[in-house]
T-cell receptor, first 112, second 116 residues
Framework: GEDVEQSLFLSVREGDSSVINCTYT??????LYWYKQEPGAGLQLLTY?????DMKQDQRLTVLLNKKDKHLSLRIADTQTGDSAIYFC????????????FGSGTRLSIRP | GAVVSQHPSWVICKSGTSVKIECRSL??????MFWYRQFPKQSLMLMAT?????????EQGVEKDKFLINHASLTLSTLTVTSAHPEDSSFYIC????????????FGNGTRLTVT
């Protein structure tokens, strides 16, 4: 079946890098996404990567995709207090382009 | 970039009343929109797929008579929670996908519904 898993919590010191990890089971995934959800708000698309890419960088964000291990990571450089949020990993399976499967979300907290 | 607008942001209603939530795609046309429900500290649960000009497709376990979906135009989908009860209190989020092969989903800001 199709499943996306990620750890529930991550605590990082301000200024350090945050690395949020995600694993998925569908080897035919087309797009893999990272969304950010701040308290009481909807989901904000941070970045996404097509499954034929290995890496994508956008300012402080770096996405790494290891297709062999079905592992996706999001690295946030120079983590700031405004980065505190829940980060959701998601995938669109090739079998259904209209369907998106979310992980449970990783709550990132920043300590001074 | 693509924007999805959701209204209202929050609503409080009494048990037994109905509440309508709107989802609009502001700068693109969406033949399909999606409605999710999110429980506290949990991920999103897909409730239904809203199809312009035809009936919505509901996920297993979602009561179609309870959660009425209408996709009246290419930029508007509405979710009506009928005869609301306290257990319907939740965070409801819509999303839409701009045209283009495998374009990413964009989400509204969500509606927090509290039923008293």
């Amino acid at each position: 079946g199709e499943d996306v898993e990620q750890s529930l919590f991550l605590s990082v010191r301000e200024g350090d890098s945050s690395v949020i990890n995600c694993t998925y089971t569908d080897s035919s995934s087309t797009y893999l996404y990272w969304y950010k959800q701040e308290p009481g708000a909807g989901l904000q698309l941070l970045t996404y990567i097509f499954s034929n890419m290995d890496m994508k960088q956008d300012q402080r964000l770096t996405v790494l995709l290891n297709k062999k291990d079905k592992h996706l990571s999001l690295r946030i450089a120079d983590t700031q207090t405004g980065d505190s949020a829940i980060y959701f990993c998601a995938e669109t399976p090739y079998s259904s382009a209209s369907k998106i499967i979310f992980g449970s979300g990783t709550r990132l907290s920043i300590r001074p | 970039g693509a924007v999805v607008s959701q209204h209202p942001s929050w609503v409080i209603c009494k048990s037994g009343t109905s509440v309508k939530i709107e989802c609009r795609s502001l700068d693109f046309q969406a033949t399909t929109m999606f409605w999710y429900r999110q429980f506290p500290k949990q991920s999103l649960m897909l409730m239904a797929t809203s199809n312009e000009g035809s009936k919505a497709t509901y996920e297993q376990g979602v009561e179609k008579d309870k959660f009425l979906i209408n996709h009246a135009s290419l930029t508007l989908s509405t979710l009506t929670v009928t005869s609301a009860h306290p257990e319907d209190s939740s965070f409801y989020i819509c999303s839409a996908r701009p045209p283009g092969v495998n374009s990413p989903l964009h989400f509204g800001n969500g509606t927090r519904l509290t039923v008293t």
